[in-house]
């Protein structure tokens, strides 16, 4: 996969994703939009692939829209509200929703400032680990009388808690690293120099764990917060009964009764 605003590298069943605009902190032009689009459709149709790594080259991961790209312009008798309208519907929407469905698990290598849409790009990943240094900062409302977008309320609230994410939406203010992980918005916080290393690790032990299991893990947490107890317990049912027929699963439980470590097919 080739793109102008995106580095893709592949290595065995690992995908690993850079955004590639350093100059402008990875902020999201159009052009990257599309490319994280395009990106996404084609690792749906990437059946051989077991899991990605998303992380931001340079000294940021994503200062969210870029307001300079030249397409950020409205078209003659539109307003500026109705172009943002359309543009998260066409193009932000899109890629949020193509990225939080990816048929394998996804990991965020948070490695810098993720500020507004860029943050709510960082909360996508199944897990996000964060470089001690980084940060991340929803500033629409108090900066520019916007409200946060690109999934940004749903990811908030689900992960810290209504208060809190009212508090920091309203605010703006900057999440440390270290507070991200105290209050349970990323997964783990570690040293600078460690992120690279931590992260190839993590989405490496996911990619040798059964895939279809993850994403119906990935698909039951998203349901947690707003189904009654009954509906959940059924789509835990319902999980475990495709579950079961795979080959994965009967790879697993003869492992376990041979006492070997497992050797998942993804299948």
Partial sequence: MNFENLVCERADDVMTVTLNRPAKLNSLSLGLLQDLRG???????????????????????????????????????????????????????????????????????????????????????????????ASLTFLFAPKLGLAPDMGATYFLARRIGEARARYFAMTGAPIGAETAERIGLVAECVDDEQLPARAAALVGELAAAPREALVAVRGLMARACSSPLPEQLELEAAAQARLGDTADFIEGVTAFRQKRPPRFGGR
């Fill in 39 to 133: 990106c996404a459709e084609a690792m749906q149709r990437d059946r051989s692939l077991r899991a990605v790594l998303l992380t931001g080259a340079g000294r940021g991961f994503c200062a969210g829209a870029d307001l300079t790209d030249p397409s950020s312009v409205p078209a003659p008798g539109q307003s500026m509200g109705q172009f943002m309208a359309s543009r998260l519907r066409s193009e932000y929407n899109v890629v949020a929703a193509l990225w939080c469905n990816l048929p394998v698990p996804l990991v965020v290598g948070l490695n810098g400032i993720a500020a507004g849409a860029g943050a709510s790009l960082a909360l996508m990943g199944d897990i996000t680990v964060a470089a001690r240094s």
